[in-house]
């Protein structure tokens, strides 16, 4: 730290001590779909910035918020602003894969250090990926490939798929067939409605004419609510296995899904059952902060951003002048999440999962939660073949 402060000179040295706030730029939704997912990453970094007192290394942290609106000319016009009028040190966000790969050229060409905290697109790990992008969420592929395999070997080989009709639904339902098919499995169709449908009848008539055994499913914030429940009430829930990506029954929802969503069995990196010492003390500080809240998969991946960030600055002793310096500082980063032990993948930037989790919810004591019944370690993106350019 000391060699950190020492090459970044004088003025740094004072802005460092006293300086202006070190501004982070939030692109997320705060109205639409998924607007719960936007509550939940805000409410975990607020938490984490408060126990810092919302100073690190002598700098204010100031929160600069936008809502994307879920649209993504409105997501890119909050990112132009945020980097050319605000001059934000430091950009995070979005939730929508499609408000990503709008906002990655902007990011890349302005040198602008982005740490996406949900969007999953998995190009972003790949033929897109940029050295100023680092990703604490997932990528697309993350949660979904390690279910194939284990759905064929457990549940079924006959499989009907169904997500919304956008770059996340396409990509986490290309990544389970990746495993699903070598294992066996038969998709005996995919559908893809709207995203932000609201009657989802005329599929649940396709899935239980489709003679398929199980259904594969990725819906997230109020489009998880309607499918789950709407599921439930056509009778399709006993006959016809439900299984998903992790955000179909994430805590954000299952107050909401209720019982309709009991035995719908999930693969996600986290839960907050997970019996670590800091996701222990994260559960307990979230739910004392925001009226008793579960945190879920948003809220772990808002608290490990502000960790990052946090963890950062303090590095190079608030000297966020050196861009470069701050690059190689964050791919570094390693510590106790509530997920695991945080690391990130050199050649990408996207977190490596310590375990993506086969959960199945159940009335556990306290109430409905995600339970997880197998995991898999170490899950990584494929990507391999960016060269990072600067
Ligand atoms: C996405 O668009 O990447 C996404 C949105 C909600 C949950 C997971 C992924």
Not at 124 to 136: G, H, L, N, Q, V
Not at 336 to 353: L, Y
Request: aromatic letters at 10%; a positive charge; proline letters at 6%.
């Amino acid at each position: 730290m000391a060699a950190a402060s020492a090459a970044a000179g004088p003025w740094v040295r004072r802005a460092g001590a006293q300086g202006a706030p070190v501004k982070i730029g939030l692109v997320l939704p705060y109205t639409g779909v998924y607007a719960v997912l936007g509550e939940s990453i805000t409410q975990a970094m607020e938490l984490v910035f408060a126990r810092e007192n919302w100073t690190v290394a002598g700098r204010k942290i100031e929160m600069i918020k936008e809502d994307d609106e879920m649209k993504p000319p409105v997501g890119i016009r909050k990112t132009e602003k945020l980097i050319d009028s605000d001059k934000v040190d430091i950009l995070t966000g979005p939730v929508h894969s499609g408000i990503l790969m709008g906002m990655r050229d902007k990011v890349h060409n302005s040198k602008t250090i982005l740490i996406v905290s949900n969007a999953g697109a998995d190009a972003i790990s790949r033929e897109r990926c940029s050295r100023w992008i680092f990703r604490t969420s997932f990528s697309n592929w993350q949660p979904c490939q390690p279910m194939g395999g284990w759905v064929a070997k457990n549940v079924s080989k006959e499989v009907f798929q169904i997500a919304p009709n956008y770059q996340a639904g396409k990509d986490m339902m290309a990544a389970f067939r990746e495993t699903f098919v070598p294992a066996g499995g038969k998709v005996v169709a995919e559908d893809y409605p709207k995203l932000g449908e609201t009657d989802y009848a005329p599929y649940l008539t396709k899935i239980k004419q489709s003679g398929a055994k199980a259904v594969f499913a990725f819906f997230s914030g109020s489009d998880a609510v309607n499918f789950v429940k709407q599921y439930d009430q056509f009778g399709l829930k006993q006959s016809i296995k439900l299984t998903g990506a992790g955000f179909l029954t994430e805590p954000d929802v299952l107050p909401a899904q209720g019982s309709s969503a009991l035995g719908v069995v999930t693969g996600h990196f986290y839960t907050p059952l997970l019996d670590n010492p800091t996701n222990q003390r994260f559960v307990k500080e979230f739910r004392d902060k925001f009226g008793g809240k579960m945190p879920d998969g948003f809220a772990c991946q808002g608290y490990d951003t502000a960790e990052v960030i946090v963890r950062a600055l303090k590095a190079v002793n608030g000297n966020t002048q050196d861009k470069d310096k701050l690059v190689e500082v964050i791919a570094k980063l390693e510590f106790d999440s509530p997920r695991g032990r945080f690391r990130f993948d050199q050649k990408t930037h996207n977190v490596i999962q310590p375990f993506i989790y086969v959960r199945e919810v159940k009335e556990v004591a306290g109430g409905i939660n995600n339970v997880p019944i197998d995991k898999v370690a170490d899950v990584k993106d494929p990507g391999t073949g960016c060269t990072l350019p600067a």
